[in-house]
């Protein structure tokens, strides 16, 4: 699977948008973007996935560059709980033996009142 | 209970104890997880089952123990540990192996 570089850390104003960079340059053709966050000592929570196109959902926007070599997290009115470590991971879609998420180390976000 | 349930949350043992840790998942997923997550470290995959069978053991030591009795309840059985064992125990599981994971919220172990 292709590695990710994410930010360390990031600070975000609580009710402005949360945009956080996510880069994947050696993404093959069949391997999608993942989001997952983790609020601190709970359990890692999926927030969105995309191969190519935009996706939006409840929680949040994809937006993936064209060359699908970076992509961009956006949690569009972030809040205080959405303080968080934010990991991206890319991988094949479909499950076998091996194919694992690696959550790297991500990007923790604090969102300041 | 909805979602994928864990206990118990904290856990406090010697090292000549012997526990388990439960998860259980009330999703109708095939395939669970265990992970450690130790301090500042990022989330390291222990075990993995599909539709009951152990399918991964990433190298971890004997002193754990996984047990998957059905499709719906993990164990991790704990025996011997050392103080470095201590960490964020957390649980996952997923609708087909590997597919998007759904997580427990944790058992935080310290092992004395």
């Known amino acids: 699977d292709a590695k990710t570089t994410q930010p360390t850390s990031m600070d975000c104003a609580e009710g402005r948008a949360a945009n956080l960079p996510c880069n994947h340059s050696?993404?093959?053709?069949?391997?999608?973007v993942y989001w997952y966050r983790q609020i601190h000592s709970q359990g890692p929570q999926y927030i969105i996935h995309?191969?190519?196109n935009n996706e939006t959902n409840e929680m949040a926007s994809l937006i993936i560059t064209e060359d699908r070599k970076s992509s961009t997290l956006i949690l569009p009115h972030a809040t205080l709980r959405d303080t968080a470590v934010y990991y991206c991971?890319?991988?094949?879609?479909?499950?076998?033996?091996?194919?694992?998420?690696?959550f790297g180390t991500g990007t923790s976000l604090t969102v300041i009142p | 209970e909805t979602g994928v349930t864990q206990t118990p949350r904290h856990l406090v043992m010697g090292m000549t104890n012997k526990k388990s840790l439960k998860c259980e998942q009330h999703l109708g997923h095939n395939a669970m997880y265990w992970y450690k997550q130790s301090a500042k470290k990022p989330l390291e995959l222990m075990f993995v089952?599909?539709?009951?069978?152990?399918?991964e053991n990433n190298s971890v030591p004997s002193r754990f123990s996984p047990e998957c009795p059905n499709s719906s309840h993990l164990f991790l059985h704990l025996h011997t540990l050392q103080p470095e064992d201590s960490a964020l125990y957390l649980c996952?599981?997923?609708?087909?192996?590997?597919?998007?994971?759904?997580f427990g919220p944790g058992t935080r172990l310290t092992v004395l």
């Open positions: 050696t993404i093959s053709g069949n391997e999608y």
């Open positions: 996952a599981s997923s609708q087909e192996l590997y597919n998007e994971q759904f």
């Open positions: 089952y599909s539709l009951e069978e152990r399918v």
């Open positions: 995309g191969l190519k």
């Open positions: 991971i890319v991988r094949v879609a479909w499950g076998y033996r091996g194919n694992q998420f690696y």
